[in-house]
C-alpha cells in the first residue's frame, strides 16, 4: 500500500536514488513536474515541501522509487494486490501496470497543481475526528443541516474519519462533533480534498487523463473511490477523474481484502502512516510493515495477499507509526499523545527496532521515463 499526502520529510529518498538504480524515476519526476525533485525531497525546504503542488509529485517518487527497491530484493510476493491512499493510488496503478511512469507523473502534477488552484480560491479546511464511525459524523452533519456543504472526505478506519468544506462552516461542525466527546484535530493542509469545493478542476484534468493510455492493470488494484477492482481502463479514468470530489473510502477496500481472508500489509512510500488505522480493523490484520529487508522477509512468507502502499524507507519518529490523520495532510499528535508513560515507553522500543533504512539491492526494472 502507498501513501499520499502527509508523508512528507526532509531527507525522504535519499537513501532510494542511486544506490537502488532508482534513477529512472527520479529523471521522470524531474522531466515532467519542470522542478528538482531530488533536491527539494532531500534538502526541502519543509515549507515548500509541504505544499500539495510540490508534494504530491515528491510522494510518488518516492513511493516508486522504494516500489523499485524493494522489487528488486525479490521480497514483493507475486500475487500482491496494491492499493494507494487518495495520490498514493497513482502509485498503486503504476506498479499494478496500469500506468506507466511518465503517464503516472504526467496525472499527479497536473492533479498536484489543479488541487492547489482550486485551494487557493477559496478559504477551506479539513478535519480529522477520532473515535467516531462514518455513520456518527454524518448523522451530526445532517442534524446540523450542512449535508452537501460539509462532506466525509476520509473514511479512514473504523474509528477515524476526516471532515472537509469551507472553513468557517467545518469549524462549525467540529466543534459539535466534539462536544458529542468526538475529538478533532483540523489538519494542516490549505484545501478541502475530496470534496465538491474541488470540482472546478474537473474539465481540464479529465481530459488530462482522457489523453493517458491506460491499460487493464497486470496485477489486482483496489481504487479509492469505489473499494472495487476496476472493470475497464475507462473505470479506472472515471475514477481518478471524480475521486478528487468524492470520499476516500480507504475502510471499505481494506474491508474488502480482509472478508477474502487475512491479509499481510507491506506499507512503501517516505514515513509509515497507514499501518495504524489498518491495524484499528482489529485481529483480521495479520502483520503491517515497512519495507525494509528483514520486515518484508517476514511478511513475505506464503500468504493471501499483500498490500503494496505509501511505504517508508525509514521511520523520523514513532509518532509517524501511530499518530497520522491521514488525509492528504500533515500530522498533528506525537507520540507523547498515546497516553501513559508505559504506552510512551513502548512506542520508543518501538521506534528502536524499526530499520533504519531500504535495502539498496541492484534495481533491474525501473522503466525510462
Given at each position: 500500500?502507498?501513501?499520499?499526502q502527509?508523508a512528507q520529510?526532509v531527507g525522504m529518498?535519499?537513501?532510494?536514488?542511486e544506490?537502488?538504480?532508482?534513477?529512472?524515476?527520479?529523471d521522470?519526476?524531474?522531466?515532467?513536474?519542470g522542478f528538482?525533485?531530488?533536491?527539494?525531497?532531500?534538502?526541502?525546504?519543509?515549507?515548500?515541501?509541504?505544499?500539495?503542488r510540490y508534494q504530491?509529485?515528491?510522494?510518488t517518487a518516492?513511493?516508486?522509487?522504494?516500489?523499485?527497491?524493494?522489487?528488486?530484493?525479490r521480497?514483493?510476493?507475486?500475487d500482491?494486490?496494491f492499493?494507494?491512499h487518495?495520490?498514493?493510488?497513482?502509485s498503486?496503478?503504476?506498479?499494478?501496470?496500469?500506468?506507466?511512469?511518465?503517464?503516472?507523473?504526467?496525472a499527479?502534477?497536473?492533479?498536484?497543481?489543479g488541487?492547489?488552484?482550486?485551494?487557493?480560491?477559496?478559504k477551506?479546511?479539513?478535519?480529522?475526528?477520532?473515535?467516531?464511525?462514518?455513520?456518527?459524523v454524518?448523522d451530526?452533519?445532517?442534524?446540523?443541516?450542512l449535508?452537501?456543504?460539509?462532506?466525509i472526505?476520509?473514511?479512514?478506519?473504523p474509528l477515524?474519519?476526516?471532515?472537509?468544506?469551507?472553513?468557517?462552516i467545518?469549524?462549525?461542525?467540529?466543534?459539535?462533533?466534539?462536544g458529542?466527546?468526538?475529538p478533532?484535530v483540523?489538519?494542516a493542509v490549505?484545501?478541502?480534498?475530496h470534496?465538491?469545493?474541488?470540482?472546478?478542476?474537473?474539465?481540464?484534468y479529465?481530459?488530462?487523463?482522457?489523453?493517458?493510455?491506460?491499460?487493464?492493470?497486470?496485477?489486482?488494484?483496489?481504487?479509492?473511490?469505489s473499494?472495487?477492482?476496476?472493470l475497464?481502463p475507462q473505470?479506472?479514468r472515471?475514477?481518478?477523474t471524480?475521486?478528487?470530489v468524492e470520499?476516500v473510502?480507504?475502510?471499505?477496500?481494506?474491508?474488502?481484502?480482509l472478508?477474502r481472508?487475512?491479509?499481510r500489509?507491506?506499507?512503501?512510500?517516505?514515513?509509515?502512516?497507514?499501518?495504524?488505522?489498518?491495524?484499528?480493523?482489529?485481529?483480521?490484520?495479520?502483520?503491517?510493515?515497512?519495507?525494509?529487508?528483514?520486515?518484508?522477509?517476514?511478511i513475505?512468507?506464503?500468504i493471501?495477499s499483500?498490500l503494496?502502499?505509501?511505504?517508508?524507507?525509514?521511520?523520523?519518529?514513532?509518532?509517524?507509526a501511530?499518530?497520522?490523520?491521514?488525509?492528504?495532510?500533515?500530522?498533528?499528535?506525537?507520540?507523547?499523545?498515546?497516553?501513559s508513560?508505559a504506552?510512551?515507553?513502548h512506542?520508543?522500543?518501538?521506534?528502536?527496532?524499526?530499520p533504519?533504512?531500504?535495502?539498496?539491492?541492484?534495481l533491474?526494472?525501473a522503466?525510462?521515463?
Amino acid at each position: 500500500m502507498f501513501t499520499g499526502q502527509g508523508a512528507q520529510r526532509v531527507g525522504m529518498g535519499s537513501d532510494v536514488d542511486e544506490a537502488a538504480k532508482s534513477k529512472a524515476v527520479w529523471d521522470c519526476a524531474c522531466d515532467i513536474s519542470g522542478f528538482d525533485v531530488r533536491r527539494m525531497c532531500w534538502k526541502g525546504p519543509m515549507g515548500k515541501l509541504s505544499e500539495t503542488r510540490y508534494q504530491q509529485v515528491a510522494v510518488t517518487a518516492v513511493n516508486l522509487a522504494s516500489y523499485y527497491a524493494l522489487k528488486a530484493s525479490r521480497l514483493l510476493p507475486e500475487d500482491s494486490v496494491f492499493i494507494g491512499h487518495s495520490v498514493g493510488e497513482y502509485s498503486a496503478l503504476h506498479a499494478s501496470g496500469a500506468l506507466d511512469l511518465e503517464q503516472t507523473f504526467k496525472a499527479v502534477n497536473a492533479r498536484a497543481i489543479g488541487m492547489q488552484t482550486q485551494a487557493e480560491q477559496t478559504k477551506e479546511a479539513m478535519y480529522a475526528v477520532k473515535g467516531g464511525s462514518i455513520v456518527q459524523v454524518n448523522d451530526v452533519i445532517d442534524a446540523m443541516g450542512l449535508h452537501g456543504q460539509v462532506v466525509i472526505a476520509n473514511d479512514n478506519s473504523p474509528l477515524q474519519v476526516v471532515i472537509a468544506g469551507n472553513s468557517g462552516i467545518v469549524k462549525q461542525v467540529g466543534t459539535e462533533l466534539s462536544g458529542r466527546r468526538l475529538p478533532t484535530v483540523r489538519l494542516a493542509v490549505n484545501g478541502a480534498w475530496h470534496s465538491p469545493l474541488m470540482a472546478g478542476m474537473l474539465p481540464e484534468y479529465g481530459s488530462l487523463l482522457r489523453s493517458l493510455d491506460i491499460r487493464m492493470p497486470s496485477s489486482q488494484i483496489l481504487m479509492n473511490r469505489s473499494a472495487q477492482e476496476p472493470l475497464s481502463p475507462q473505470e479506472i479514468r472515471d475514477n481518478l477523474t471524480y475521486h478528487v470530489v468524492e470520499t476516500v473510502r480507504w475502510r471499505e477496500t481494506v474491508e474488502k481484502l480482509l472478508q477474502r481472508n487475512k491479509a499481510r500489509f507491506l506499507e512503501v512510500g517516505p514515513r509509515k502512516v497507514l499501518c495504524a488505522p489498518v491495524s484499528r480493523h482489529g485481529s483480521d490484520v495479520v502483520g503491517c510493515a515497512q519495507p525494509s529487508e528483514r520486515s518484508a522477509r517476514r511478511i513475505a512468507q506464503p500468504i493471501p495477499s499483500v498490500l503494496a502502499s505509501d511505504a517508508t524507507p525509514r521511520c523520523a519518529s514513532m509518532a509517524s507509526a501511530d499518530r497520522q490523520m491521514i488525509g492528504d495532510a500533515t500530522p498533528v499528535p506525537d507520540c507523547g499523545s498515546l497516553g501513559s508513560q508505559a504506552q510512551t515507553t513502548h512506542c520508543s522500543q518501538m521506534l528502536r527496532s524499526l530499520p533504519s533504512h531500504l535495502p539498496a539491492p541492484r534495481l533491474q526494472e525501473a522503466p525510462a521515463c
